[in-house]
């Protein structure tokens, strides 16, 4: 029997936090997804694994049993992944880069010219990030760091090399009847209908639906994309609105699109992020140089005049 070590892993932080909604905020999953993930376990093993009550999740002997092996198991798949992964970035020559839909066109040829310099040999190759993987292939080693548009409170899980600040805006089919403001203010959005990405994506499905401006009032969804093309596409039909980065409104201008400023809307923080128990290379340290002397916008370029920019590597 095969079993993909994401069933365990969500298994074994269930069996930790005895609880499916603290298990899901630490995964970066949604509790629905979390509860799939348990179901699919349980189908695997023609077994239930958790007694549910309203007081939490308690493992079944069968799972006591299978907690008792799971936790070496993944440790040793874990220790595995970095010894393979230490013999390949003493052979290879490129740095693999997640980046959003978006945020790509921040950087120029300029970025992996600068880089090619500090790093002689070195290639980077760049990977559009998946919606339905919310560490965009962090979790998994595919790749070694990306770019997000992300909340401040982020940092907490990440290490991250800040590039700058950016607000977000709103985007409206351009016969909205606020299409026509030059600036909107949050509560006037809070019964539209939005955009939503897949609740696979975790806690950014919530970002991009201001969950926390809300206090507590859900949004109303008008359509699910699953990608950037999606996301603008139902925008354009009138499915629904949605919040993007300000970039956006220069890199992806259209005319059935009016991209306007929020007033009560957090801004995003810009940067380079990787997981905190993964150590900075010399190539990801010297990408994230050429990423602050090429890539320049907003708040971003006026702290990194000032030298004030934060990093971890």
């Not at 702290?303 to 971890?312: A, K």
Request: aromatic share 8%; charged share 20%; hydrophobic share 40%.
């Amino acid at each position: 029997m095969d079993v993909d070590t994401r069933l365990l892993r969500s298994f074994v932080m269930v069996c930790e936090e005895g609880q499916l909604t603290a298990a899901a905020a630490r995964l970066f999953v949604s509790q629905p997804t979390l509860t799939k993930q348990i179901r699919q376990l349980e189908a695997l093993l023609g077994a239930e694994l958790f007694e549910r009550s309203r007081r939490g999740m308690t493992p079944t002997p069968t799972g006591q049993a299978l907690a008792e092996h799971a936790g070496a198991l993944l440790a040793g798949w874990e220790e595995a992944l970095r010894a393979a992964r230490a013999a390949a970035a003493e052979q290879g020559s490129t740095l693999r880069v997640g980046f959003e839909g978006g945020i790509i066109n921040m950087m120029s040829r300029q970025t992996v010219v600068d880089f090619s310099r500090r790093m002689p040999g070195w290639q980077v190759e760049l990977r559009q990030n998946n919606w339905f993987d919310p560490t965009s292939g962090l979790a998994t080693g595919e790749i070694d760091l990306t770019l997000w548009h992300a909340p401040p409170w982020l940092a907490e899980q990440y290490n991250v090399a800040v590039l700058g600040e950016e607000p977000r805006c709103a985007a409206l089919p351009a016969g909205h009847r606020l299409a026509g403001r030059a600036v909107i203010d949050f509560e006037e959005l809070l019964d539209e209908p939005f955009v939503a990405i897949p609740h696979e994506s975790g806690h950014w499905r919530d970002y991009w639906l201001a969950a926390r401006e809300r206090g507590g009032r859900p949004a109303r969804i008008g359509a699910v994309a699953h990608n950037a093309d999606e996301w603008l596409a139902a925008v354009v039909c009138g499915q629904g609105i949605g919040f993007a980065p300000e970039t956006m409104s220069r890199l992806a201008a259209r005319e059935d699109v009016a991209y306007r400023p929020v007033r009560g809307l957090s801004p995003s923080q810009v940067g380079l992020y990787w997981p905190k128990e993964r150590q900075s290379t010399p190539a990801m340290a010297a990408f994230v140089r050429s990423c602050r002397a090429t890539v320049g916008f907003g708040a971003g370029r006026a702290e990194r005049d000032q030298g004030t920019l934060r990093t971890s590597v």
